[in-house]
């Protein structure tokens, strides 16, 4: 997936994120298959596990048979049909979460070649606040983030500075 295009901004302010709402160690359960992060995660000190590449609108198995300090989910929700199921289903006490961010000057992504790599939901950072509260989480940091991309054009001048990462630290409602 990131053969030729390693995303090293969205990394570095995610991983600050975590460290900062998380410090290691800490056991988390990551949604989503391995990927570079998890080894970024791993690297910095973390108890990373992943998923195994189920359907998490239909397998919730994951979130409810293991015992974490937090669940990530980078850039998941946005794949997910109905993501208020997993997130009401999660028992860990604390989630950080990110979602890429609707842009009005750009359509939701989709591959044309693999069917996971795709945007059901792109949020607007209410809708996602508002998604968190409906399923049983109080937030108690966010950020959000502009990723440029070094093209020439309208739209890349517009990522300059629209925001289009959206990351959260949220408890469970007790």
């Keep these: 997936m990131y053969e030729n295009s390693f995303p090293e901004k969205r990394y570095k302010k995610t991983l600050e994120f975590l460290k900062d709402v998380a410090p290691p160690p800490a056991r988390i359960l990551d949604l989503g298959v391995k990927n570079p992060f998890t080894y970024l995660m791993k690297d910095e000190g973390y108890k990373v596990d992943n998923t195994s590449g189920e359907d998490l609108d239909e397998d919730l198995t994951a979130v409810k048979n293991e015992e974490f300090d937090i669940v990530t989910a980078f850039e998941i929700f946005?794949?997910?049909?109905?993501?208020?199921?997993?997130?009401?289903?999660?028992?860990?006490?604390?989630?950080?979460?990110?979602?890429?961010?609707?842009?009005?000057?750009?359509?939701?992504?989709?591959?044309?070649?693999?069917?996971?790599?795709?945007?059901?939901?792109?949020?607007?950072?209410?809708?996602?606040?508002?998604?968190?509260?409906?399923?049983?989480?109080?937030?108690?940091?966010?950020?959000?983030?502009?990723?440029?991309?070094?093209?020439?054009?309208?739209?890349?001048?517009?990522?300059?500075?629209?925001?289009?990462?959206?990351?959260?630290?949220?408890?469970?409602?007790?």
């Design 78 to 174: 946005e794949h997910l049909l109905a993501p208020y199921n997993i997130l009401k289903e999660i028992k860990a006490d604390k989630l950080i979460a990110s979602v890429p961010l609707k842009l009005w000057f750009s359509p939701a992504y989709r591959s044309k070649t693999d069917k996971w790599d795709r945007h059901y939901h792109e949020f607007e950072s209410w809708q996602f606040d508002w998604l968190l509260e409906k399923s049983g989480w109080e937030i108690k940091k966010s950020i959000q983030w502009a990723h440029p991309v070094n093209k020439i054009g309208f739209r890349p001048i517009l990522r300059k500075f629209t925001p289009r990462y959206y990351a959260v630290y949220a408890e469970r409602i007790k």
